[in-house]
């Protein structure tokens, strides 16, 4: 099956810094690529939808000053937290897609994010 | 309220029972519903999905969708040790994965 990868898995960084997450899509070219957030003990929740070559769509409420996405390759998408604070310690799981469909969507294990 | 409501678990069921687990929703435009399965520091697996009502049965698992109530369940016969894992339910109005709304996941464990 297709398979995504997600680096770092685990990241503590100091509040105020800058944090970058990369999302791999190993064995397929990804045309879209999501990024979700799960806070604890409630569901993940998308953040934005990138396309490979242009801009992310970001979901309403989600700062896309603070939430930088870059989607370089058919392969990888980055998402940068910028200048960081303790409220954005979460757990950041990116899906990779051929195209945006429903059950075309592979995710990768996750990055859990914790800011002091 | 929540677009999705799933109980969090933890669920501890014995080896060859039958497991049900359960999703409630509020949408009524609710269509495509889906069943993804998380081991442990691995992403979510599509399980199953189904669209409008009705059963839809894979091996030992059966995905029940009862749109009249607003809610789905997932039943997995003759549970295995390997079925040990988090389950959620998920659930969108169109078939763009731009629309998808999660629960937060049933977490199973099968003990031998």
């Known amino acids: 099956g297709a398979v995504v990868s997600q680096h770092p898995s685990w990241v503590i960084c100091k509040s105020g810094t800058s944090v970058k997450i990369e999302c791999r899509s190993l064995d397929f070219q990804a045309t879209t690529m999501f990024w979700y957030r799960q806070f604890p003990k409630q569901s993940l929740m998308l953040m934005a939808t990138s396309n490979e070559g242009s801009k992310a769509t970001y979901e309403q409420g989600v700062e896309k000053d603070k939430f930088l996405i870059n989607h370089a390759s058919l392969t990888l998408s980055t998402l940068t937290v910028t200048s960081a604070h303790p409220e954005d310690s979460s757990f950041y799981i990116c899906?990779?897609?051929?195209?945006?469909?429903?059950?075309?969507?592979?995710f990768g294990p996750g990055t859990r994010l914790t800011v002091t | 309220q929540k677009e999705v409501e799933q109980d969090p678990g933890p669920l501890s069921v014995p080896e060859g029972a039958i497991v049900s687990l359960n999703c409630t929703y509020s949408?009524?435009?609710?269509?495509?519903f889906m069943w993804y399965r998380q081991y442990s520091r691995k992403g979510p697996e599509l399980l199953m999905y189904?669209?409008?009502?009705g059963n839809k049965e894979d091996g030992r698992f059966t995905a029940q969708v009862d749109k009249s109530s607003k809610y789905i369940s997932l039943f997995i016969r003759d549970s295995q040790p390997s079925d040990s894992a988090t389950y959620l339910c998920a659930m969108s109005a169109s078939s763009g994965a731009n629309n998808l709304f999660f629960g937060t996941g049933t977490r199973l464990t099968v003990i031998p």
């Open positions: 189904t669209y409008s009502s």
């Open positions: 899906s990779a897609s051929l195209w945006s469909g429903l059950y075309e969507q592979y």
């Open positions: 949408n009524s435009a609710f269509q495509y």
